[in-house]
């Protein structure tokens, strides 16, 4: 009888190990003993499995004439009918538990759905508990949705509670050539906590215009309910679709920082000649050690014999600035060990030796680069953190950058005085301190709304004044920042209470105002009070201050909620591009569109709930350099307005 016509439960439990015309023989997947089947009988099995396995006869009895009406269906986004098969011997409830961690599986270690269909994944699930039954990929991927479901109504109840939020946007192409469009949300919760969530991965099916991408977009706050009063800040890439789409959706646009590095360091490199040069000579060189083992076994001999850590060289990636740092500190660190195995005969032919050396000018622009390229390095790894806020630093590290790490010395060679005022230039054309809006920018409200940098001494008195200004005028307005009242009202406002406190002071006892006992102070009073609080030191979390001070500057806080999610760089997004690569595999190429949504959504939303191990060490290192580098921010910062 073929396997397709065995219809009988018990054949769940046994299978075929022998066969002739005669006669056949079987074996138990439980306990292995072999039994004679013929003439089409399962009576010798079923009396097996009442003896030897009474729990699973029982089962089976039970739900035996159950078995085949248990299925469910469900339509596929085509509109085909996809079964839902449930016609295992176990309960029905705890089949749909296991089907559901199986997905959440899927989702969260990024395995194919198909990996289902494996015939060693089904041996392997039977081997585990017989009464499970695999379900098919159709119905995986049914539970994925489910998930997928549940937690988006999660997420969008979270957000219904929130005063104030931003995104974050990126474009990736898939190997299918498919476009996708990234969209991330950041808030500061009512507990003062930061949150970093995937709102979607869609596919952008026209044209990548703006018009389209904000199309997109708007969608997605349809689908999450959110207003767009709501939204404070829109962190993007420079490109012009970007920009386009910004400008369309009408909401604060932020540049990425990370992507500002990144062109003005590229640009940098390759516009200074030497530099260029000395970059593509390096990368050869270390392209000849990752292509040689016999040169890479060699190198690391020397290491060993120094007493030295095994470290594998860097190579440089165009499209990443900070590799071409971590390539020159790798090859300062072996410099006497290339040399070696370079002047090895044994492993390098004297002609390869002789292109691939570097010269001596070569070596010192790489030795004078690493220091001035660290501070960039530890500001770009501050900014794409997602622990705490990064957009009220930006312009307390530009400023530090510009007076103090990349500030030209008469030591400096050529080269590394012409990056440093390259990269300058560049940075102070995207961050024009000396434009008249300057006051509306997010990351400059971001910087005076962090307790640490709220003296704001790196602008001129006028522009502190209208920043001021511009904050007060947010206080009093509930609607989006592009709604606010105008600054000059604002301004005349401040100047008109000031006059009233000089004809108090004047007047003195002669004069007095109402009893004022219960009434809030204004949104200006409140501001001056947060203004003359006791500073803050570089080291504190501003988020912490604010969790415990809120009730002390009620209004501002609100205000901070608002602002301080907002991200400096657009790298939550990217991030997701790693997820997605994993997701949309040569193998996977084919997934549908929503289904890839849906994977990348639960993915990031199981990996949020799991405990975070091992990373205290590195969230140490990382305050470091981000307690260092903002330390250093502060030093002379009354410089930044010369």
């Given at each position: 009888?073929?396997?397709?016509?065995?219809?009988?439960e018990?054949?769940?439990?046994?299978?075929?190990?022998?066969?002739?015309?005669?006669?056949?023989?079987?074996?138990?997947?439980?306990?292995?003993?072999?039994?004679t089947?013929?003439?089409?009988?399962?009576?010798?099995?079923?009396?097996?499995?009442?003896?030897?396995?009474?729990?699973?006869?029982?089962?089976?009895?039970?739900?035996?004439?159950?078995?085949?009406?248990?299925?469910?269906?469900?339509?596929?986004?085509?509109?085909?009918?996809?079964?839902?098969?449930?016609?295992?011997?176990?309960?029905?409830?705890?089949?749909?538990?296991?089907?559901?961690?199986?997905?959440?599986?899927?989702?969260?270690?990024?395995?194919?759905?198909?990996?289902?269909?494996?015939?060693?994944?089904?041996?392997?699930?039977?081997?585990?508990?017989?009464?499970?039954?695999?379900?098919?990929?159709?119905?995986?991927?049914?539970?994925?949705?489910?998930?997928?479901?549940?937690?988006?109504?999660?997420?969008?109840?979270?957000?219904?509670?929130?005063?104030?939020?931003?995104?974050?946007?990126?474009l990736?192409?898939?190997?299918?050539?498919?476009?996708?469009?990234?969209?991330?949300?950041?808030?500061?919760?009512e507990?003062?906590?930061?949150?970093?969530?995937?709102?979607?991965?869609?596919?952008?099916?026209?044209?990548?215009?703006?018009?389209?991408?904000?199309?997109?977009?708007?969608k997605?706050?349809?689908?999450?309910?959110?207003?767009?009063?709501?939204?404070?800040?829109?962190?993007?890439?420079?490109?012009?679709?970007?920009?386009?789409?910004?400008?369309?959706?009408?909401?604060?646009?932020?540049?990425?920082?990370?992507?500002?590095?990144?062109?003005?360091?590229?640009?940098?490199?390759?516009?200074?000649?030497?530099?260029?040069?000395?970059?593509?000579?390096?990368?050869?060189?270390?392209?000849?050690?990752?292509?040689?083992?016999?040169?890479?076994?060699?190198?690391?001999?020397?290491?060993?014999?120094?007493?030295?850590?095994?470290?594998?060289?860097?190579?440089?990636?165009?499209?990443?600035?900070?590799?071409?740092?971590?390539?020159?500190?790798?090859?300062?660190?072996?410099?006497?060990?290339?040399?070696?195995?370079?002047?090895?005969?044994?492993?390098?032919?004297?002609?390869?030796?002789?292109?691939?050396?570097?010269?001596?000018?070569?070596?010192?622009?790489?030795?004078?680069?690493?220091?001035?390229?660290?501070?960039?390095?530890?500001?770009?790894?501050?900014?794409?953190?997602?622990?705490?806020?990064?957009?009220?630093?930006?312009?307390?590290?530009?400023?530090?950058?510009?007076?103090q790490?990349?500030?030209?010395?008469?030591?400096?060679?050529?080269?590394?005085?012409?990056?440093?005022?390259i990269?300058?230039?560049?940075?102070?054309?995207?961050?024009?301190?000396?434009?008249?809006?300057?006051?509306?920018?997010?990351?400059?409200?971001?910087?005076?709304?962090?307790?640490?940098?709220?003296?704001?001494?790196?602008?001129?008195?006028?522009?502190?004044?209208?920043?001021?200004?511009?904050?007060?005028?947010?206080?009093q307005?509930?609607?989006?920042?592009?709604?606010?009242?105008?600054?000059?009202?604002?301004?005349?406002?401040?100047?008109?209470?000031?006059?009233?406190?000089?004809?108090?002071?004047l007047?003195?006892?002669?004069?007095?105002?109402g009893?004022?006992?219960?009434?809030?102070?204004?949104?200006?009073?409140?501001l001056?009070?947060?203004?003359?609080?006791?500073?803050?030191?570089?080291?504190?979390?501003?988020?912490?201050?604010?969790?415990?001070?809120?009730?002390?500057?009620?209004?501002?806080?609100?205000?901070?909620?608002k602002?301080?999610?907002?991200?400096?760089?657009?790298?939550?997004?990217?991030?997701?591009?790693?997820?997605?690569?994993?997701?949309l595999?040569?193998?996977?190429?084919?997934?549908?569109?929503?289904?890839?949504?849906?994977?990348?959504?639960v993915?990031?939303?199981?990996?949020?709930?799991?405990p975070?191990?091992?990373?205290d060490?590195?969230?140490?290192?990382?305050?470091?350099?981000?307690?260092?580098l903002?330390?250093?921010?502060?030093?002379?910062?009354?410089?930044?307005?010369?």
């Amino acid at each position: 009888m073929s396997d397709d016509r065995r219809r009988s439960e018990v054949w769940k439990f046994f299978k075929v190990i022998e066969s002739n015309q005669e006669k056949k023989k079987v074996e138990c997947s439980m306990c292995y003993t072999e039994l004679t089947y013929s003439g089409g009988s399962t009576g010798t099995m079923t009396n097996h499995l009442r003896l030897k396995h009474s729990e699973v006869f029982i089962a089976s009895q039970a739900r035996y004439r159950s078995t085949r009406s248990c299925k469910s269906t469900y339509t596929r986004r085509t509109n085909q009918p996809v079964i839902v098969s449930h016609s295992s011997l176990m309960a029905k409830d705890e089949w749909e538990k296991c089907t559901a961690k199986l997905a959440a599986m899927c989702a969260f270690d990024l395995r194919p759905i198909s990996i289902v269909e494996g015939t060693g994944f089904k041996e392997f699930i039977k081997e585990l508990n017989p009464l499970y039954e695999v379900p098919d990929r159709a119905t995986v991927a049914h539970f994925v949705r489910l998930q997928y479901e549940e937690e988006k109504q999660t997420l969008r109840e979270k957000l219904a509670n929130q005063v104030g939020m931003a995104f974050t946007l990126d474009l990736w192409v898939s190997v299918a050539t498919e476009a996708y469009v990234t969209v991330t949300t950041h808030f500061l919760d009512e507990n003062w906590e930061l949150n970093n969530c995937i709102l979607a991965t869609k596919e952008v099916e026209e044209q990548h215009t703006g018009l389209n991408i904000s199309t997109e977009i708007r969608k997605l706050l349809t689908e999450f309910d959110i207003p767009e009063k709501k939204i404070y800040g829109l962190v993007t890439e420079n490109s012009a679709n970007m920009v386009n789409c910004g400008n369309g959706l009408g909401w604060p646009q932020v540049k990425c920082f990370g992507h500002t590095l990144q062109l003005s360091i590229r640009g940098a490199f390759d516009e200074v000649r030497a530099l260029s040069d000395t970059i593509a000579a390096a990368k050869m060189l270390v392209a000849y050690f990752h292509g040689s083992a016999s040169a890479t076994l060699e190198l690391q001999s020397q290491q060993k014999q120094l007493e030295l850590s095994e470290h594998i060289l860097i190579t440089d990636c165009t499209s990443r600035w900070n590799t071409t740092f971590d390539m020159f500190e790798c090859l300062v660190r072996e410099r006497l060990n290339i040399h070696a195995v370079l002047n090895c005969p044994e492993v390098t032919k004297p002609s390869d030796a002789m292109n691939l050396t570097l010269s001596d000018s070569q070596w010192d622009i790489i030795e004078a680069m690493v220091p001035v390229l660290r501070p960039l390095h530890v500001a770009t790894r501050i900014m794409c953190s997602q622990e705490y806020p990064t957009l009220s630093g930006v312009y307390p590290i530009l400023c530090s950058l510009k007076n103090q790490h990349l500030r030209v010395k008469e030591t400096d060679i050529e080269a590394v005085a012409d990056f440093k005022r390259i990269v300058v230039s560049v940075l102070e054309m995207c961050y024009n301190t000396a434009d008249e809006v300057l006051c509306q920018d997010p990351a400059l409200i971001c910087t005076f709304l962090d307790p640490r940098y709220k003296s704001l001494l790196f602008l001129k008195p006028s522009q502190r004044e209208a920043v001021r200004a511009q904050v007060v005028s947010y206080m009093q307005s509930d609607g989006p920042p592009g709604q606010s009242r105008s600054l000059r009202s604002s301004a005349k406002r401040l100047k008109s209470d000031h006059s009233q406190s000089d004809m108090a002071f004047l007047l003195g006892e002669y004069y007095q105002d109402g009893d004022d006992s219960d009434s809030s102070p204004t949104p200006e009073e409140e501001l001056g009070q947060y203004v003359l609080s006791k500073a803050v030191p570089t080291a504190v979390n501003p988020i912490a201050w604010w969790k415990e001070n809120s009730t002390s500057f009620p209004a501002v806080a609100k205000l901070a909620r608002k602002f301080l999610c907002i991200p400096a760089t657009a790298v939550p997004s990217e991030r997701v591009f790693s997820t997605a690569g994993d997701t949309l595999t040569k193998l996977r190429a084919s997934l549908d569109p929503d289904t890839v949504s849906e994977l990348i959504f639960v993915n990031k939303v199981l990996r949020t709930k799991e405990p975070q191990q091992d990373t205290d060490e590195a969230r140490s290192a990382e305050r470091e350099d981000t307690f260092t580098l903002q330390h250093q921010v502060l030093i002379k910062q009354e410089d930044c307005s010369s």
